[in-house]
Each structure stands twice: as C-alpha cells, then as structure tokens.
C-alpha cells in the first residue's frame, strides 16, 4: 500500500554535512508519524529520531543538536539533514511510517535504507 524510497547516503568525512530524504507513495491516508533509524555492523538497529503529525520531532541523545528531521507534506518527503558527521555515525539508515487506516488501525512500513560512511 504504501512504499518508502530513500536516497542522499554516501561517502562524506568527519565534520561534512549529508541530506537523506525519504519519499512516501501509494495509499497514504494520515500519517501518525515518521521517523529515521539506522544500523551499523554488528550493533542493533537504533532510533535517529522521529517526527508526529503535529510536526513535533524528538532525537536519539547521541545526534542530538546535529541532525534535524523535516518534512513537506506537499511531496510526501520527510528529510534528515545530518550536521558533523562522526565516523560513529557510519551506519545505514532507515525511514519508518506509521500510516492511520480508514478502519481506525495503524500499519507500519520500512524503506530499504540508505548508507552512511564517514571517515575520519
């Protein structure tokens, strides 16, 4: 019903900037909220942060006051864009959406994310 496209990943150094956008298609009905995750080998998959559909957003402590979550509701595009970059933040990311369903439920769906490297 839904699909989740990302692109902007890649190479960048230690200090760089990147813009990871995600886009949305297929049967949006509302959308509860958004959100960027990531995974880097052999870790667990983290939140990044999240953004509801009240535009409020909440970030993982660990990219706090560096990444900042947008979105423009005209495209169907949520954005990450990524300020000093750390080789910690080598990872690949992910983007999430809760959809709300006519009958009252959520569905949830993932892209198939995006990779990050920094070097130092």
């Known amino acids: 019903q839904v699909q989740l496209v990302e692109s902007g990943g890649g190479l960048v150094q230690a200090g760089g900037s990147l813009r990871l956008s995600c886009i949305a298609s297929?049967?949006?009905?509302?959308?509860?909220?958004m959100g960027w995750y990531r995974q880097a080998p052999g870790k667990q998959r983290e939140l990044v942060g999240i953004?509801?559909?009240?535009?409020?957003?909440n970030y993982a402590d660990s990219v706090k006051g560096r990444f900042t979550i947008s979105g423009d509701n005209v495209k169907n595009t949520m954005y990450l864009q990524m300020n000093s970059l750390k080789p910690e933040d080598t990872a690949v990311y992910y983007c999430?959406?809760?959809?709300?369903?006519?009958?009252?439920?959520?569905?949830?769906?993932w892209g198939q994310g995006t990779q990050v490297t920094v070097s130092s």
């Open positions: 297929g049967r949006i009905f509302s959308i509860n909220l």
């Open positions: 953004i509801t559909s009240d535009g409020i957003t």
């Open positions: 999430k959406l809760i959809n709300q369903t006519p009958r009252g439920g959520t569905l949830e769906y």
